[in-house]
């Protein structure tokens, strides 16, 4: 997308405005799928956590994506989407045997990441097969509230617990179709992914039955210049050959598969704002915006680092600012920031916008969340309108004081 295009979004919907580029989208499930082209049988389940708008599911569906869910509401959002259950992996963690047994009950793939619910679960219902969700517990990941795969993570059964797993298995007569992990976000080492990949490979000897091994995700993406990213290219010709390697050992070919959030949608997201002020205090320049932690909370919660332009003076001169938002609370997205010189009113580009950022925003200080629109084939389609007042107001009960 071109500085004008989103100049037009801005122009026609307003801001805040989520922005997010078709294109983009396209362009990542395709290299994704070409670095692992030597594998007969690929699945890429987008995480729909990371931006769960009916169109964008629409067009992963599209692309020839599955889904991986995290919530019973995400797997009758991608149903609604026009995905078919077989397409849709359900890989929740800490829910209620009754929300596992209503995804069963739609058909979608199951995956268990406890002993007590494999129990439960094997128990009740041995016909259905499920996969297992392993920590192999290699700690991969940018920072500790994204690392999902160490020793003291709640995710996954731990690697050294396979002993009871087979027992359980072995008691309930049921069956494992599927074998999965995911370390968290952020892979910074392919090496480090290769390892725990190894250690999934030893794990999944000992069941006979598996359709599909599951490498979860973590792939990182840039966030600014010279951020490092994951090596897609390299991870995809190293993981490839282990995995047919594998499947030799094994004894029959299995689907590899792999449940990228960010990878595919974040570079394709655009958060655009206003300038409401421009504050000089004693020891810095503030740039307000029509915004705060309530749309895009990235920077406060994770200290991510979202790149920030001025799409209204892009070749200006070069300033320090402290990009902050509208919230009473401290809010600040980027400090001490490079920026063209911003005047009141100017349109500021947050950059990796896609992923993690619509999906976190809230209604705090009773703001209402923006619109989303997406940029396909040269054209800006609304794909969510922005909220009002009476969103806000929808479901108050409103008592006689
Ligand atoms: C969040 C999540 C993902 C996606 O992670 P990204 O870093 O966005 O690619 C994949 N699998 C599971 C189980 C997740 O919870």
């Not at 995809?236 to 047919?244: A, D, M, N, P, Y």
């Not at 950022?357 to 809230?362: D, E, G, K, L, V």
Request: with cysteine.
């Amino acid at each position: 997308m071109e500085v004008k295009d989103l100049l037009s979004v801005v122009h026609t919907y307003g801001s805040p405005v989520y922005v997010y580029d078709a294109n983009k989208i396209s362009a990542q499930y395709e290299r994704l799928t070409k670095a692992f082209a030597a594998v007969p049988s690929l699945r890429i389940n987008y995480a729909m956590k990371a931006l769960s708008n009916v169109s964008i599911l629409k067009l992963m569906r599209k692309l020839g994506a599955g889904l991986d869910t995290v919530s019973i509401q995400e797997v009758k959002l991608g149903l609604h989407a026009g995905f078919a259950p077989e397409q849709i992996i359900f890989t929740p963690n800490g829910v209620s045997m009754e929300e596992i047994e209503e995804a069963a009950s739609l058909g979608v793939q199951l995956n268990i990441d406890n002993l007590s619910i494999l129990e439960q679960f094997g128990s009740k219902h041995p016909q259905i097969p499920v996969c297992i969700r392993i920590n192999p517990h290699v700690m991969a990941g940018g920072n500790s509230k994204i690392s999902v795969g160490h020793i003291d993570s709640k995710f996954g059964i731990s690697i050294h617990q396979i002993p009871h797993i087979l027992r359980i298995v072995e008691n309930t007569k049921m069956h494992i179709n599927g074998i999965h992990m995911h370390t968290g976000s952020d892979i910074l080492d392919i090496d480090v992914f290769l390892y725990a990949a190894e250690i999934l490979f030893d794990a999944a000897k000992h069941f006979r039955e598996l359709k599909f091994i599951d490498f979860g995700s973590g792939f990182k993406v840039p966030y600014k210049e010279g951020d490092i990213q994951t090596d897609i290219e390299e991870l995809g010709e190293k993981l490839s050959q282990r995995f047919l390697e594998f499947c030799k050992l094994y004894g029959r070919n299995l689907t590899l598969a792999f449940e990228p959030g960010k990878f595919l949608v974040s570079e394709a997201g655009f958060f655009l704002v206003k300038v409401n002020v421009v504050k000089q205090t004693t020891s810095t320049v503030f740039a307000q915006i029509d915004s705060g932690f309530n749309h895009l909370i990235r920077p406060m919660f994770y200290g991510a680092t979202h790149f920030i332009e001025n799409i209204s003076n892009p070749e200006g001169k070069k300033r320090f600012y402290s990009v902050v938002g509208y919230i009473c609370e401290t809010d600040t997205f980027a400090s001490n920031r490079q920026i063209a010189e911003i005047s009141e009113g100017d349109i500021l580009c947050f950059r990796n916008a896609g992923a993690y950022c619509y999906t976190m925003a809230s209604n705090y200080n009773s703001r209402p969340r923006p619109a989303e629109v997406l940029w396909i084939d040269g054209q800006a389609k609304l794909i969510r309108k922005a909220e009002t007042l009476e969103d806000l107001l929808r479901n108050q009960v409103e008592i006689d004081l």
